[in-house]
């Protein structure tokens, strides 16, 4: 078996070839594979270089060691759990060159330069009703100490939950498609909302929506134009997630809480303490572990993922029964086979690779790579879409990591939960242009031609 360092290797040029690849394609592609990369480096190439340099030593509150690869040995262990992870990058990066190919090759392609959306008065003004609506959802949440955290098994308040994703949504519209003539005026917008997103990051514990935030500017920049300026700010608003995650995170700890975290990261170089919050929590690597040691085909069948599927868009009012949660359904019946999980419940991240590991072996990683090459294209589709709902999901996978860190089951869950966000912002939609309609005949004034179109529904 190959040594660990020649499979970090071997993962670190899969991500590469992606990346060289990625600069040969225009605007929102070359944003979002590169931002696949850099998440998957961070699990797949950050944690087993840290792992395989310091050799940490398990301990309680410190789940950047794993006591399957201590016991086992890092050199042996990450080489063996990066096989899989390997044959998934190489397979990802081959339908990324092929695309790639096809879209040199082919005559150019008739997708908009501009999107439907951006800059449109009734979807700006319903992206501020939602940001509004869904920031009192949030506060809700706050004061009644029902926020969803990361890694809870469900909401403690569905309902609240549901109009915090409002917010969401309405934040990552506004950095992707407010428009202004004055550039102090969307300077000062799209920096509101990233402060936004930070604050509410450390409150519910996650890392996703100072990413999402991130993600959106850079998407934001490569529909108007790349400049110099531009790559420094979303360079700047990177290493801001980065170090401030971690710094707002220790501002909610007591001293003897910082004790015990100061001792955890003491057999750690003191360089690597300002990447440890969020190596802990890009932790694919992880899941690459609970999947080797469970080994292939050795979770659900293809009807079973096909059913779970299904339900999964389904309302779970029509259901009539509670839905399969694959982040659940992992921690208990994949990592448990490896670890003990009897006193835990919590929702886990997957990944597609080790995901599809599970289910069929190498063919699953290749059907799982594949599908979120499908998604990718599908999503780079539904930004420059004239549909409301397309446009909708589409700020959605902005947001919600599904095409980084779940696999199938988990991105069906993720559409299943945002479809009734859809509804709700079309809701919005409708009531924000009725409003200016009406508004307009009362002021006598004209309706400009094209500024209050109702959005197409699909």
């Not at 300002?274 to 690459?288: G, N, T, V, W």
Request: some cysteine; glycine content about 10%; aromatic content about 10%.
């Amino acid at each position: 078996m190959a040594s660990a360092q020649f499979a970090v290797f071997l993962v670190a040029a899969a991500l590469v070839t992606i990346v060289v690849a990625a600069m040969f394609l225009p605007g929102v592609a070359r944003v979002f594979l590169i931002a696949q990369t850099a998440h998957w480096s961070l699990s797949y190439i950050a944690r087993p270089v840290v792992l395989l340099w310091v050799q940490p030593i398990p301990s309680y509150g410190d789940n950047v060691p794993d006591p399957r690869l201590y016991e086992y040995g890092y050199d042996g262990g990450i080489a063996a759990v990066l096989q899989p992870v390997i044959f998934g990058l190489w397979v990802y990066a081959a339908l990324i060159i092929g695309y790639v190919l096809c879209v040199r090759l082919r005559p150019r392609e008739t997708m908009p330069r501009v999107a439907p959306f951006a800059g449109e008065p009734i979807f700006t003004q319903t992206l501020f009703l939602l940001y509004g609506v869904g920031t009192l959802g949030r506060l809700a949440a706050y004061a009644t100490g029902t926020t969803d955290k990361a890694g809870e098994l469900e909401s403690p308040n569905p309902l609240i939950n549901l109009v915090t994703i409002l917010a969401t949504l309405g934040a990552v519209g506004l950095i992707v498609f407010y428009r202004n003539e004055s550039g102090r005026t969307t300077a000062l917008v799209v920096g509101a909302l990233t402060c936004g997103e930070l604050v509410w990051t450390a409150t519910v514990q996650s890392k996703t929506p100072i990413m999402g935030a991130a993600l959106a500017i850079a998407v934001r920049f490569a529909m108007t134009g790349w400049t110099r300026v531009k790559v420094v700010g979303v360079l700047s608003i990177t290493g801001l997630a980065i170090g401030g995650f971690g710094r707002l995170q220790s501002l909610k700890t007591d001293a003897a809480a910082k004790a015990e975290a100061a001792q955890v990261d003491a057999q750690y170089p003191t360089v690597v303490h300002p990447f440890l919050s969020m190596l802990r929590r890009f932790d694919l690597l992880e899941a690459a572990t609970d999947s080797w040691f469970a080994g292939p085909s050795s979770w659900l069948t293809p009807s079973q993922v096909a059913q779970h599927a299904v339900q999964s868009l389904i309302p779970t009012q029509l259901l009539g029964a509670e839905k399969f949660r694959s982040g659940a359904a992992w921690a208990e019946q994949v990592r448990g086979r490896s670890v003990d999980m009897s006193t835990v419940e919590v929702s886990l991240a997957e990944g597609n690779i080790n995901e599809g590991y599970v289910l069929g072996g190498y063919i699953g990683v290749a059907v799982g790579v594949t599908i979120t090459f499908v998604l990718l294209l599908i999503w780079i589709r539904a930004l420059y879409s004239r549909y409301l709902a397309m446009a909708i999901l589409g700020l959605s996978v902005i947001e919600v990591p599904v095409l980084f860190e779940r696999g199938i089951l988990g991105t069906v869950e993720m559409l299943g939960k945002y479809l009734q966000a859809v509804v709700l912002a079309w809701l919005a939609y409708l009531f924000v242009g009725e409003f200016r309609r009406r508004m307009e005949q009362l002021q006598g004034a004209p309706i400009p031609s094209g500024k209050t179109r109702t959005a197409q529904w699909v």
